[in-house]
């Protein structure tokens, strides 16, 4: 094994000193103060588990072109530098690497829900079926 190699719990663990973690009522209170909530689940998994209401539904395999104003295709909801952005997945894992490439980017305020969306449920915040969004 190559001394080199960097672990993937290694590379959470560095993307995670680098972004904002939050609770899901204290990703709540921001949402409601005026940051985006981004949801990078697949469509599946919203489809069977809910969504955040007013949340941006963003792949994760096209996030940073979106959050980019310079990519050919961003979106005018996350690509402003200024905009407090929060990264939600399923459990709390992607979205801190997705939090930190989109810092890398030129994003300063941006951070996860620690747990995902399965912990921003289980606490009882509001959820509505995509269908509703």
Avoid at 106 to 121: E, F, L, N
Wanted: glycine share 8%.
């Amino acid at each position: 094994m190559d001394d080199d190699r960097t672990t993937i719990d290694e590379l959470l663990e560095q993307a995670r000193t680098q972004i904002r973690r939050l609770t899901p009522h204290e990703a709540a209170a921001a949402q409601a103060a005026g940051a985006v909530i981004i949801d990078t689940r697949d469509s599946a998994d919203r489809v069977a588990e809910g969504i955040i209401p007013g949340s941006v539904l963003v792949t994760r395999n096209t996030l940073e072109w979106r959050a980019d104003p310079s990519s050919e295709s961003p979106d005018q909801r996350l690509s402003g530098f200024e905009a407090d952005l929060i990264v939600v997945c399923n459990d709390g894992y992607s979205s801190s690497l997705a939090a930190n490439s989109l810092r890398q980017l030129g994003h300063a305020g941006v951070g996860d829900i620690v747990g995902g969306y399965r912990a921003w449920k289980a606490a009882k915040l509001p959820t509505d079926s995509p269908s509703q969004a």
